[in-house]
């Protein structure tokens, strides 16, 4: 349940974003979370499923990307990782009724900046967008940055493709895609 006097009592904050595509099912959180953005001058478009957001993303390029995991048709690690693959530069905060660590995992591995449980509060949602804007930004306009670690990148024998973050190194995995066993590689070829 969203707490609607919480969202209409924010303050100013500046969010370094224009655009921001909202994945979300369930209309309730959607037009809070609508809400309270568009009173900092931000847009918003709402994607109910895998297929809009797509679409969404693509005609209308977003500077930010808001994205549930529980969605009908497919999951959103599975839109993250579309969407990331399609464009790396725009920012993927998730935000997710699941609280578990390796949701938190799997949401990075597919290319998530960012991981937030519902409920939220607003002023947590707001920063935390402007957080991830302007580190990503950072990164993609400055070059990485120091603090950012490396990506690992390979391949499973099935010819699924990972990329993780350097501290996964010699740590073990499963393919989601076949089920192998991984290490992921601690030097890169």
Not at 97 to 124: H, T
Request: net charge negative.
């Amino acid at each position: 349940m969203v707490d609607v006097n919480r969202w209409s009592s924010l303050g100013t904050v500046e969010i370094p974003v224009k655009l921001v595509l909202l994945v979300e099912d369930d209309p309730e959180p959607a037009a809070h979370i609508k809400q309270a953005l568009e009173r900092h001058n931000v847009s918003v478009r709402v994607a109910k499923d895998g297929g809009q957001a797509q679409a969404s993303f693509i005609m209308h390029k977003p500077d930010f990307v808001i994205l549930d995991l529980i969605l009908p048709g497919e999951s959103g690690f599975e839109i993250c990782e579309r969407l990331k693959h399609a464009d790396d530069t725009v920012p993927v905060l998730v935000l997710s009724a699941i609280d578990m660590e390796d949701s938190r995992e799997l949401a990075s591995r597919v290319g998530a900046d960012g991981y937030l449980c519902k409920p939220v509060a607003p002023d947590q949602l707001l920063a935390t967008i402007k957080d991830i804007a302007e580190t990503v930004w950072q990164r993609t306009h400055l070059g990485k940055l120091e603090a950012e670690p490396e990506r690992v990148r390979f391949n499973c024998v099935c010819g699924k493709k990972f990329k993780v973050s350097a501290a996964h190194r010699g740590k073990s995995m499963t393919c989601p895609q076949c089920g192998e066993p991984l290490t992921v590689p601690k030097r890169t070829v």
